[in-house]
């Protein structure tokens, strides 16, 4: 197969059908040989014997999201970082001392959130 | 008619360059599906091999025997194992969101198994060597967080809802000390493909000039894959099972795979990363690569068995308050180090020292708590009666 980025990520999607087929086939399996019987106790939510009330689909704590846009701060920052890592030997000195700051500005951000409270689990 | 004869016989050539196109690119594409095929089989028989390891090793370090029963030292027993989930009942509760109950274990297999498309095996020995493998596999890694997200709210059960949350929050916050580690290693490499990472570390492999990113490394993956020490998402006495709770049959099975495919992929992470790949005298390549894997499947599993679980809290804050933070100290000390060009030992004698003081940190830490509840032995309670 010849090479090139399109070729290579053309092999990507042909193992993401690969791998779908293959568990699609044990799903195949599981179906043809399982047996199944459906009874209205079986097709309650596992509770340990608890009748399941209230729903589940319910509000949720707003510390997950606080968690989430953290993550979403550094993992944008991760993306100019890569680049620049692979990069910044070879580039003008300014190239580094930028990313430094950038860094700086960053870990500012952290800290200050520390310092709130935003990181404790409560 | 001279004309039509040139332009017929232009386009018959046409016609056979097309047809000769395609019938090479059939032919690759055939090629390309075989070796993921293999990749598949090879996957299916590491897991196999590691659930038999885990349960041997994990009885061992509790003074039992392990499975012993099916085949010479219970060495089937994953198989019978296997087995019996494609022959049991998939439930499908009543609840449940069908469309997400049902995607969910693909999505979280789907990316376990499209990663290994990058991941070299030894020189060559690779499906498609990718020029930015680190980021694609650092970038698939994370996506699989949708599916256990899904497979937990797809449930409509509070336990699936809660350990789906959890594991949001887990994954998410340790992913950002492999994503930073990865880097100071691509820095070190001047690259992001996983090869030449691995023939970057030919003098020295990166463990030793790195043992601070090793160890950073090893503790946020082992979290990233949710294996005991940080399994709180899925912890059995916690939340039964967590997202995987309403699954049975063939969908949990997938579940169970994606895990250990993604513990080996910890472990060839640091192989690749750190521990110089298939490098090694005497034995061919693919054999060190193996072996240096197994090896630090064999510390995931010690780990296993021998820390207890950590609670939420402590979980998010070791993850925030110390992997986090340094994480960045060594990617700006090692870009530092890097840009001045400074020799390598001054890297490695720098991050012992940091690892040192951190160890050093958490025995003074343990040392100076107070054990909440003393033991005294039952002859001095009766003679201070």
């Known amino acids: 197969m010849p090479q090139g980025v399109t070729a290579n990520y053309l092999v990507v999607f042909l193992a993401a059908v690969v791998g779908f087929l293959a568990i699609a086939l044990m799903f195949a399996a599981n179906y043809l040989l399982a047996p199944r019987r459906a009874s209205p106790l079986k097709g309650l939510p596992v509770e340990c014997g608890i009748p399941p009330v209230p729903f589940a689909w319910t509000q949720i704590n707003i510390?997950?999201?606080?968690?989430?846009?953290?993550?979403?701060?550094?993992d944008v920052e991760a993306v100019f970082l890569f680049p620049w890592a692979v990069l910044f030997l070879k580039a003008a000195p300014v190239v580094f001392y930028e990313m430094l700051v950038f860094l700086g500005i960053l870990l500012f951000g952290l800290v200050y959130g520390w310092r709130k409270g935003m990181l404790v689990w409560r | 008619m001279a004309a039509a004869l040139v332009i017929s016989a232009l386009g018959l050539l046409g016609l056979v360059a097309f047809i000769t196109a395609l019938v090479a690119g059939g032919l690759a594409a055939l090629a390309a599906v075989g070796g993921l095929l293999a990749m598949f089989v090879f996957l299916a028989a590491v897991?196999?091999?590691?659930?038999?390891?885990?349960?041997?090793?994990?009885?061992?370090l509790q003074m039992r025997m392990g499975p012993m029963r099916v085949g010479p030292f219970g060495l089937l027993q994953p198989v019978a194992d296997a087995a019996k989930l494609v022959l049991k009942e998939d439930v499908t509760p009543a609840w449940v969101d069908r469309w997400l109950f049902w995607t969910a274990p693909l999505l979280l297999f789907l990316p376990s198994y499209l990663l290994w498309v990058a991941v070299p095996f030894g020189p060559g020995l690779v499906l498609r060597d990718l020029d930015l493998g680190l980021l694609y596999i650092v970038a698939l890694s994370v996506v699989g967080i949708v599916g256990i997200l899904m497979a937990g709210w797809g449930s409509a059960n509070k336990y699936g809802m809660l350990g789906s949350l959890r594991s949001a929050a887990q994954l998410v916050s340790y992913e950002v000390p492999v994503i930073i580690v990865a880097l100071t290693?691509?820095?070190?490499?001047?690259?992001?493909?996983?090869?030449?990472?691995?023939?970057?570390?030919?003098?020295?492999?990166?463990?030793?000039?790195?043992?601070?990113?090793?160890?950073?490394?090893?503790?946020?993956?082992?979290?990233?894959?949710?294996?005991?020490?940080?399994?709180?998402?899925?912890?059995?006495?916690?939340?039964m099972g967590g997202p995987y709770v309403e699954y049975s049959g063939a969908h949990w099975a997938v579940f169970y795979l994606a895990e250990y495919v993604n513990t080996f992929l910890v472990a060839v992470m640091v192989t690749l990363l750190f521990l110089g790949g298939w490098k090694g005298p005497g034995l061919p390549p693919v054999l060190w690569f193996l072996l240096k894997a197994y090896l630090v499947v064999g510390f995931i599993f010690w780990f296993r068995g021998t820390f207890p679980r950590l609670r939420i809290d402590?979980?998010?804050?070791?993850?925030?308050?110390?992997?986090?933070?340094?994480?960045?100290?060594?990617?700006?000390?090692?870009?530092?180090?890097?840009?001045?060009g400074w020799p390598w030992w001054g890297m490695s004698l720098i991050s012992l020292a940091i690892l040192a003081a951190l160890g050093y940190g958490i025995h003074r830490q343990a040392a100076a708590r107070k054990p909440a509840i003393t033991l005294v032995p039952a002859v001095e309670v009766r003679s201070a009666r």
């Open chain 2, 47 to 60: 897991v196999l091999s590691l659930v038999w390891l885990e349960r041997k090793y994990l009885g061992r």
């Open chain 2, 185 to 239: 290693v691509a820095m070190m490499a001047g690259s992001l493909n996983l090869s030449q990472i691995v023939e970057a570390q030919r003098p020295v492999p990166y463990a030793v000039v790195q043992p601070l990113a090793l160890f950073l490394f090893l503790l946020a993956g082992l979290a990233e894959v949710g294996r005991t020490p940080f399994d709180i998402y899925h912890a059995e006495s916690e939340v």
């Open chain 2, 314 to 340: 402590q979980l998010m804050a070791l993850g925030w308050k110390a992997l986090v933070p340094l994480s960045f100290v060594n990617l700006v000390l090692t870009s530092i180090y890097l840009f001045y």
């Open chain 1, 63 to 74: 510390r997950y999201y606080a968690f989430a846009i953290l993550f979403l701060i550094f």
